[in-house]
Nanobody, 124 residues
Framework: QVQLVESGGGLVQAGGSLRLSCVAS????????MGWFRQAPGKEREFVAA????????YYADSVKGRFTISRDNAANTFYLQMNSLKPEDTAVYYC?????????????????WGQGTQVTVSS
């Protein structure tokens, strides 16, 4: 069983920053595309950011462009979501996800493995 474990969530004031981490128990981590999603109460899960296995191509939802940055450290089997200028509407449970390399890639879907989620709450 592949495991993904998120950490770094918590309570922060509007305008503050948090860094989320996801540690993956995947032996061939460098061959996986990784993504972050979030789900707020009463809403469906939405795409936040993704990074290709190469580490050189990233994707962001329009709502977080310029504020969030996704990165990865293959030596540590870890990828990150740096969140700056946080807003109350960023409040949600954040999930990390992984997919193996595929011929056809979509940053928003087809993820095989998911973490349990970490709560991010932004106060006004």
């Amino acid at each position: 069983q592949v495991q993904l474990v998120e950490s770094g969530g918590g309570l922060v004031q509007a305008g503050g920053s948090l860094r989320l981490s996801c540690v993956a128990s995947i032996r061939t981590f460098s061959n996986y595309n990784m993504g972050w999603f979030r789900q707020a109460p009463g809403k469906e899960r939405e795409f936040v950011a993704a990074i290709r296995w190469t580490g050189g191509t990233t994707y962001y939802a329009d709502s977080v462009k310029g504020r969030f940055t996704i990165s990865r450290d293959n030596a540590a089997n870890t990828f990150y979501l740096q969140m700056n200028s946080l807003k109350p509407e960023d409040t949600a449970v954040y999930y990390c996800a992984a997919m193996p390399r595929r011929d056809i890639y979509s940053p928003r879907g087809s993820y095989d493995y998911w973490g349990q989620g970490t709560q991010v709450t932004v106060s006004s």
